[in-house]
Structures are given as structure tokens and as C-alpha cells.
């Protein structure tokens, strides 16, 4: 087990040296001149050309690129453009704050997705599942910073009960994490009411009940465990995403996230902001989507012994 | 799904070919909601080919008009006027040209891009393979609206960047796909036999793999059309978007921020506006999905 | 005739199963009867889609429902109404009085739980008994089937076809039932492990004292095991009685049918004599004789009315209209 652990850590490796270079790429493309924004506005020539030697702008992208990484080996990301602060802290500091926001929103959405799939799919066609199911794909097609702009209007500016952003006590956790699990329930609720439709046909789920086994425990033991496989797939995915992307939703809550830092980071051409962030939530993206296969194995012996060969 | 390929690939016939349309055309119908969601959609795709029709662009779309600022809907303008005194409902049709088409065009250039990817590496395997898959590993390790982030900001804010940020991001899903379909198919007997008789590999890939792909990728696309424009709303809401005055439904919600408190309708439009395109592709992707291969159904 | 209510384990009367879908109403069961005393092994043979699993998972109000419906018909186990009895009664009927071996062992158990975790369970569920003292019998269970109570830890991948057979049937005999249901329980594994279930199943059964239907299309195994023979023909017993009566005095022409589709090792030059064409579809059945249009001595008659029960003997009886003609013999009679 811990060899498969060790091997998608260091298979993790190349990825982390494409998506930087892709990013860094990219990012040499940007019009306008890196310098001369630095520099400042009204900065003359001689500045402009001191910052650029300085930074090493002037040398090609390769080769900044591999200073960039000689650094990042080193721990080093680099110092932000227009803060000046170095990327790693500032990066150190936002990242809880999306972290706790993606926690709770991840909760949301399992409080409100497993029950309702779970039922709609013990009980397909009746009311409740008709409706769960009109309502999840309400929530799949609702972009979220407009349900979260709706809370606002609701919440905030008529209501004035919840605050319309920042992050200032768990008040104002409640809105971001109502939108941002909402679209995730709605696509977790999915996924487990046509898993456990899937898992209720097959035979072993016959055999309980002809062993005696009452109706409940046959869906609480026997069809669940089979049925939340795939399931915690799209929770960890969603939750990889949300630890990853919270982008638009931060933007509306003013939310003081990494999602939030990235956009801000881009519009001030803050190159080794935006790329500290990338490279941070690869890495976050990555490590989770490590941890859910590993949760697979813990639910599904069959994969846990694949895994002990390998 | 690979069964259902598969017995789609040994019908192989042009006559079976059709019969396996009109099945699923017989099926889809049936769908209430899928039919629901495909009048829908149709109906999105004539406003927005009849947009100019509709509402001229010059004088109503983008022309200012500030008196007018700000109303809510009347018997005039039937979901009001915006910040700058334009009727809501005449950006809301011309947007659904930005919105569609970005989605369109966004999904066709990764299906193509990513299609071919997936088919080259599935086909030819080795080096070849692990290379494509790796590339679009690292694509897939970054979380898709960030890369359209950086991408369209790299770029430079425009309607064919914001297409292309959207395609990029989403070439994994396509290669994968095609990918895992080429290597259910690729030993199969009648791809065997076509060597036999001498067809090259291009041949094959275009006749034989390729059409036995098509029923996840119809599936994929219905409901990747509806993500794209989703991405685009957002990237536009962002401002990374389309540039002022072009109407499109995410600069729009983005514009209305300003006004939330007085002027909600700002907002609340081009929001169910999405919610409806979304929904109804949604819908009939899902539909698609269940007509193209109904063991999944009962 | 054997009707004495006291002795029976099981007496289903007049069952009638329909699946309503979609597509039309399958008539999967059409007024099956079976009596079955205490201790004793009925086999049920037929082709698939006969209604065998059917019948069989009415025993247990197991019917898919929706689509499936009970139409008509009594099933009285142990002298309990079963068609009538609330979930409850149920739930501690299934397992306990009653058990079922499934057809593919493959897939009849539940691959995130251990195999004795399952034994265990239903030992628990029907025995008051801690849950330590149910998984040392669960490993007993393993042990009476053959195989090491060391692997009672062990999940269901972990095991060969033939191995999980074994633990199915530990499952189904852990709580000493006193009618016990093998649907196909060899037809899924290899010939060579089919005769190594197969005997433990009868050992068992005569250890543990149960009545057993045995559900096959294989004549082989019915001749192994059983005391009587019932053959169902679309949802109907066309014929039925003691082992001998059948094998020995085949009676209806569908049985005859049957014993010509078996190869003979002694006799080679005989070629085979498949049934002709198929199961009539079970969506629009044939008004008569559901077997007529397969059959060499089909008359004008037989495609009228459907042929009623016909006694020839306490132990034997048939569905043929045929034998209403005196003289009438099938070929393999006259042989």
C-alpha cells in the first residue's frame, strides 16, 4: 500500500513540471511589458530596463523558467510584482480560508445530496424523488455566483440578517457555502441516486433479502457500501475542485481565498503570484485525487488488493 | 456502453446504420423531458440566428439611452431597461448568439482537437499514447476554469480567445473518451479484417473506430455545449469575457452587481436566462444519453 | 393421491405470476401447482424462462414488484399464508424456514462484505444469539461446506466460482431451514466442481433434514438428487410424479422431449431428437395447449383449450389431452 502511495507521489512529479511550464508558457505570452508594469506608471526607460535586467525579464523564457524552478526546488516561489511580499506566505495565508470554505460547502453538499438520492432511489418515481430530481438539475444548470448574488439580495440587502461579504465570523461562512454546495449536491444526489438504482438490480442485494435481512439494513449495509464507491469519487473531485476553484464564488463573497488571489493576480499581471497559486493548488488537486482513490480502496476490497500487488 | 458499440460496429451496414438512428430517435421521443429540453434548445438556436430580426442591433442592443435607466419591466420593455437605459430583453436574445456560439464552437474544436488525440493515442499506443495522455494529464491536474483563466488573461479578453481558453481545458474529457472507445473497438474482429484487406490506418480510424465512438461523444457533447457556456459566463462575469457593448449574459449579470439592491432585475434575468439554455441541454443530453444506450435505463 | 395438508411443507395452488412492463404483460407463471412434503426433494425442470425462478421467488415474496404481480393463487409454507403475511413475518421467514441458493455465485454475494460477515449475519438475524457466538457458527458453517475457517476474514474476489457456491449454500443452511430453494446451483460452475456441490448440497441436506426444490434444466442432476420430478412448460407443471414415474413412465410429449435432447453414450447411432422450435412467447401465449405447436401429437383439439390436470396414478399425473383418447402412448412408452 504504501509503495502504490509512494509511486503517485512521485508520478506526480512530471505533472507538476508540465503544468508549470505550461502555465509559464502561457503566461510569457501575456501582451503588454512585464517591466514596465512593474516599474510602475510614469517609471522612465532606465528604470524600466534596470527592473527588467533585475528580474532576469530580459533572458529568454526558458531560461527564466529554469530559474524558476531551480528556485521552486528550493522552496523558493518567488516574490510577488505588485506586493512585493513573498508569494509562498501570502499564497500560506489565503489557503486556509478557501480551505475552510471548501470544507464546510463539501458538508452542504453530502448533508443535502445523500439523503435525497438515497431515497429517491429506494423510492423511484414517487414524490420525493420527482422532485429531488428536478431540483438537482435546477442546481446543475444554476450558475453559482448568480444563486450567490440571489442570496445577497435576498439575505443581505432586503433581509440584512446575513453580511454580504468578507469574512468576518460564521455568519458570513453561511452564504458562500450554500452556494457553493448547493451545485455540488445537486451533482452528488445525481450520481448517488443512479448509483444505488444500479446497486438495488443486483443479485447480492436479492440474497440479503433472502436471507431475512429487514429492508432498512438492506440499504444501509448492503446496497450503500456497494453504491457510495463511485460516489465518494465525485465528493472528492468536487471537493478537489472547490479547494481548487472557488474562483467565482470567492470573487461575490469577497472572499479572502486563493481563488480570489489568482484573478487578482492575473488582472495585475502578477506572474509568480498567479504561478505560485497554480503550482499550490495542483499539488492540493492532486494529493486529493490520491486521497479518494485511497478511500476506494478502504470501501472496496476488491480494489485494496489490487493495490497490495502493485 | 462498449457492448452497445459493439453491436452497433457488427451491424456495420449503412441500412443498420439508420435503423440505430431511427431507434434512437423512437426512444428520445418518448422522453418527455429530452423533448422538452430539445424544443427548447431548438428554439434558443432560431432567436439567436433571428436576433437581428428580432431586435436591431445598432439602435436597440448597444445604443445608449440614459433617460430610460434602470426600469423595471413594462409593457415596452418587457424585462426592463439596464444601467444604460437598453432594453434587457433585446441584449438577452442578441447574448444567446455570444453564449451559443462560444459553446459551440468552444466544444467542436476541443471534440476535433481532443478527438483525434485520443484516437492517435489509442490507435497507435506506446510512445505515441503516453505522451498524448500525459499532456493531458497535466491539463486535467489543473482545475479547468483556472486554466481558462489564464489562458483568456494570457491572450487578451476576446470572443475566439474565450472559445479557445474553453476548448483547451476541456480537450482531456474528449481524448479520453475517444481513447477508451478506440482500445474497446481496436481489436475487434472487423478492424482485423479491414487491415486484411489492405486499408491503411487513417482509413480505419475514419471508418470503422470513429463511428463506434459516437454515441458517448453526442452524449458528451450535448451536455459539454451546456458547460462551455456556463465557463463563458463566467469567465465573462469575471471580465475576462466578451468586451463592452457586446451583450453576453455573464458581463451582463456582472453589470448588474452595481445595482443589486435597486435594480435586481439587472441580475435576476441573464441568470434564469443560463439556467434555462443549461437546463434544457442538460436535459436532452441526458435524454440522449438514455435513448443512445437503454440498459442504463429502467 | 398425496393431499394430506399435514404432511406438507409446501402447497402452492392455481399460481398465477404476470410481469407488467411496458412492452406487454409477460404471463411468466400460469397456474403452477406444487406440493411438497417435509424431508423430501422435488426437482423443477425446464427450459429457461419457463417460470422456475419465479415460482421459486414467490416462495419468498421475492417477485420483483414492479413489474412483477401476484394474480392469483395460494402459497402456504409450513401452514403460513406467505402471499398474506406482513414484512415483518416475512423477513423472519426468509433465511430461517426458508433459504435459497442463487444460480451465479459470482455475483449472489456482496463483494464489500467479508463471507462470514455474511454467514454471520443472517445466523444473527434469526437466532438470539451474540454476535460472537453467530460468527463462530458462521465459521463452523464454513467448515460444514469445506472449506477453512481461516478464511472467514476473506472477501468474495478472493474466492473461486465453486468456493462461493459453498459459502452460498453455508448461507442458506446456517440456520437448519426446513425447505431450502437451489435455483441452478451448479449451472454457473464447471462440470468437475459442479459434482463436488452437488454432493455436499446432498449431504447436507439429508444431515440438516430439509426439504429442497431443485431448480435445473438438467435431467442429470434431477436424476442425482430428487424424490419427485415436477416439469414446468411455460409457466405450467405438465407433468409430474415420483422419479421413476417420470424417467420410467414418461408421460407428456414435452418430458418425452426433453429425454431425446440427452445424448446417450450407450446408444450413438441414435441421433439426437431436439424439440423443435422454441418457448412460445410468454407476452402472447397459445390459446390450447401451450406445448401444441412443438408437438408431434398435436391434434385440432389440443389448440382449444388448455388440458387439465390428469391423474394416473397416486404419485403421477399430466397435462396432455391426449391421454382423454384410450390407448394413447408417447414413443417412449412404447419402446
Not at chain 1, 168 to 181: E, F, H, V
Not at chain 2, 93 to 120: D, F, K, N, P, Y
Request: contains cysteine; glycine residues 8%.
Amino acid at each position: 500500500m504504501s509503495r502504490y502511495i509512494l509511486k503517485r507521489l512521485v508520478m506526480l512529479i512530471p505533472v507538476l513540471i508540465g503544468v508549470t511550464f505550461m502555465v509559464y508558457f502561457i503566461l510569457s505570452l501575456s501582451p503588454g511589458d512585464t517591466a514596465a508594469i512593474i516599474a510602475g506608471e510614469g517609471a522612465d526607460a532606465q528604470t524600466i530596463e534596470a527592473v527588467r535586467k533585475d528580474l532576469g525579464l530580459d533572458k529568454p523564457v526558458i531560461v527564466q523558467y529554469g530559474k524558476y524552478m531551480w528556485n521552486l526546488l528550493h522552496g523558493d516561489m518567488g516574490v510577488s510584482y505588485s506586493t512585493k511580499r513573498p508569494v509562498f506566505t501570502t499564497i500560506m495565508s489565503s489557503f486556509p480560508n478557501t480551505a475552510k470554505l471548501a470544507f464546510w460547502s463539501i458538508l452542504v453538499a453530502i448533508a443535502i445530496a445523500l439523503p435525497i438520492g438515497i431515497i429517491s432511489a429506494t423510492r423511484q418515481y414517487s414524490a420525493v424523488d420527482n422532485v429531488g430530481m428536478v431540483a438537482a438539475l435546477l442546481g446543475v444548470a444554476t450558475p453559482n455566483f448568480w444563486l450567490g448574488l440571489m442570496l445577497i439580495i435576498v439575505f443581505s440587502l432586503n433581509l440584512g440578517i446575513l453580511p454580504s461579504g468578507g469574512m468576518s465570523g460564521w455568519k458570513s461562512y453561511i452564504m458562500p457555502a450554500i452556494t457553493l454546495g448547493t451545485g455540488d449536491a445537486a451533482l452528488i444526489c445525481r450520481m448517488t441516486r443512479s448509483s444505488m438504482l444500479e446497486v438495488i438490480r443486483q443479485d447480492y442485494i436479492r440474497t440479503a433479502r433472502a436471507k431475512g435481512v429487514p429492508e432498512k439494513t438492506v440499504i444501509r449495509k448492503h446496497a450503500l457500501k456497494n453504491a457510495l464507491i463511485p460516489v465518494v469519487t465525485v465528493i472528492g473531485l468536487q471537493f478537489g475542485s472547490l479547494l481548487g476553484g472557488a474562483t467565482l464564488t470567492e470573487t461575490v463573497f469577497a472572499w479572502p481565498g486563493v481563488g480570489r488571489l489568482v484573478v487578482d493576480s492575473i488582472k495585475s499581471k502578477d506572474a509568480p503570484m498567479v504561478l505560485g497559486c497554480i503550482v499550490m493548488l495542483t499539488i492540493t488537486f492532486s494529493v486529493i485525487n490520491l486521497i479518494v482513490d485511497l478511500l476506494y480502496a478502504y470501501i472496496d476490497p476488491r480494489i485494496k488488493a489490487q493495490y497490495k500487488k502493485k | 456502453m462498449a457492448t452497445t458499440n459493439n453491436s452497433a460496429a457488427q451491424a456495420g451496414t449503412a441500412t443498420k446504420k439508420r435503423g440505430q438512428f431511427k431507434e434512437t430517435w423512437r426512444r428520445l421521443k418518448k422522453n418527455r423531458m429530452a423533448m422538452i429540453g430539445l424544443t427548447v434548445v431548438v428554439f434558443l438556436v432560431l432567436i439567436s440566428i433571428f436576433a437581428d430580426v428580432l431586435f436591431d442591433y445598432d439602435t436597440v442592443v448597444i445604443k445608449q439611452n440614459t433617460q430610460i435607466r434602470l426600469q423595471g419591466p413594462s409593457a415596452e420593455h418587457w424585462l426592463g431597461t439596464d444601467e444604460f437605459g437598453r432594453d434587457i430583453l433585446a441584449r438577452l436574445v442578441h447574448g444567446s448568439r455570444v453564449s451559443l456560439s462560444v459553446g459551440v464552437v468552444a466544444v467542436s474544436i476541443s471534440l476535433v482537437l481532443g478527438g483525434s488525440l485520443g484516437a492517435a493515442a489509442g490507435f497507435y499506443g506506446g510512445t505515441i499514447d503516453n505522451v498524448i495522455m500525459r499532456f493531458m494529464d497535466i491539463l486535467l491536474a489543473v482545475p479547468s476554469l483556472l486554466l481558462s483563466i489564464t489562458i483568456v488573461s494570457a491572450l487578451g479578453p476576446s470572443i475566439i480567445n474565450l472559445m479557445l481558453a474553453i476548448a483547451i481545458s476541456s480537450l482531456p474529457g474528449y481524448a479520453r473518451i475517444v481513447r477508451a472507445s478506440v482500445l474497446t473497438v481496436k481489436d475487434q474482429e472487423f478492424v482485423e479484417a479491414a487491415k486484411c484487406i489492405g486499408a491503411n490506418n487513417f482509413e480505419i480510424i475514419l471508418s470503422h473506430i470513429i463511428p463506434n465512438c459516437m454515441a458517448p461523444i453526442i452524449v458528451q457533447v450535448s451536455l459539454k455545449v451546456a458547460s462551455a457556456i456556463l465557463s463563458t459566463s463566467g469567465l465573462s462575469f469575471l471580465g475576462l469575457g466578451v468586451k463592452a457593448p457586446t451583450p453576453e449574459w455573464g458581463a451582463m449579470l456582472s453589470g448588474g452587481r452595481a445595482y443589486l439592491r435597486n435594480a435586481p432585475h439587472l441580475t435576476i434575468f441573464p441568470g434564469i436566462a443560463i439556467i434555462i439554455t443549461i437546463l434544457s441541454l442538460n436535459l436532452l443530453g441526458d435524454g440522449l444519453r438514455d435513448a443512445l444506450d437503454p440498459k442504463l435505463k429502467k | 393421491m398425496a393431499e394430506n395438508k399435514k404432511d406438507l411443507i409446501l402447497d402452492i395452488k392455481d399460481l398465477v405470476i404476470h410481469y407488467e412492463t411496458d412492452d406487454g404483460t409477460v404471463e411468466a407463471v400460469n397456474g403452477l401447482d406444487i406440493q411438497l412434503e417435509y424431508g423430501k426433494t422435488l426437482g423443477l425442470v425446464g427450459e429457461t424462462g419457463s417460470g422456475k425462478t419465479t415460482t421459486a421467488l414467490s416462495i419468498l415474496r421475492l417477485v420483483p414488484d414492479p413489474p412483477g404481480v401476484i394474480k392469483n393463487g395460494s402459497i402456504t409454507l409450513d401452514g403460513k399464508d406467505i402471499l398474506n403475511l406482513p414484512q415483518k413475518d416475512l423477513e423472519s421467514i426468509r433465511g430461517n424456514l426458508v433459504s435459497m441458493i442463487f444460480q451465479d455465485p459470482m455475483t449472489s454475494l456482496n463483494p464489500v462484505l467479508t463471507v462470514g460477515e455474511q454467514i454471520a449475519e443472517v445466523i444473527g438475524l434469526h437466532e438470539n444469539i451474540s454476535e460472537k457466538e453467530a460468527a463462530d457458527k458462521a465459521g463452523q458453517m464454513l467448515e460444514v461446506v469445506g472449506i477453512p475457517k481461516e478464511r472467514y476474514g476473506e472477501y468474495p474476489h478472493q474466492f473461486s466460482g465453486g468456493m462461493k457456491q459453498r459459502v452460498v449454500i453455508a448461507m442458506a443452511l446456517a440456520c437448519n431451514p426446513k425447505l431450502l430453494i437451489a435455483d441452478e446451483p451448479t449451472t454457473a460452475l464447471d462440470v468437475t466442481i459442479q459434482a463436488q456441490v452437488l454432493e455436499t448440497m446432498k449431504e447436507l441436506r439429508e444431515k440438516f433434514g430439509s426439504a429442497m426444490i431443485m431448480i435445473t434444466h438438467d435431467l442429470g442432476i434431477i436424476a442425482e438428487v430428487c424424490d419427485e420430478v415436477s416439469v414446468v412448460y411455460a409457466g405450467q407443471i405438465v407433468e409430474h410424479g415420483t422419479l421413476e414415474d417420470v424417467f420410467e413412465r414418461t408421460l407428456h410429449p414435452y418430458t418425452e422431449g426433453l429425454f431425446g435432447s440427452l445424448p446417450n453414450i450407450e446408444e450413438r447411432r441414435h441421433r439426437l431428437q431436439p424439440i423443435p422450435g422454441l418457448m412460445p412467447d410468454p407476452t402472447d401465449l397459445p390459446k390450447g395447449c401451450c406445448f401444441a405447436p412443438r408437438c408431434k401429437y398435436c391434434t385440432e383439439a389440443c389448440t382449444k383449450a388448455r388440458p387439465e390436470m390428469k391423474w394416473v396414478s397416486d404419485t403421477h399425473y399430466v397435462r396432455c389431452s391426449r391421454y382423454d383418447e384410450p390407448g394413447f402412448k408417447i414413443e417412449r412408452s412404447v419402446q
